[in-house]
């Protein structure tokens, strides 16, 4: 109950977990390009390979056949984990490696707590 509530009042403002979704493998491929870049600190790198193993594994938090809440899980952990690489790497990492549209990359910037790229 307690990451259901918690789910609800984090989800970002302007994203909704259905634009989080179709941005899912543009967000795994930025995820996997900032793990493998090594001139992001170590504990930055260590966090985001944690990450991607975690969204590998079988099992989540909440069991994805729960409707809408199943896949926030996932989104809710990977916006947190990107507002804690921005923080250490920078928001320059993100538009770096970013493999997807400028419109994605908005919405990612709005993810990970970021102002719009000027």
Known sequence: ???IVALWFVRPDELRIRDALRLLPDLVRLLRRLAADRSLPRG???RLWLLLAYLAMPFDLVPDFIPVIGYADDAV???FALRSVTRRAGP???DR???GSPDGLAAVRRLA???AAS
């Open 92 to 94: 320059a990492a993100l």
């Open 1 to 3: 109950m307690a990451l």
């Open 113 to 115: 707590g970021l102002p």
């Open 97 to 99: 490696h970013w493999p």
């Open 77 to 79: 952990i990977v916006a």
């Open 44 to 46: 930055v790198r260590i």
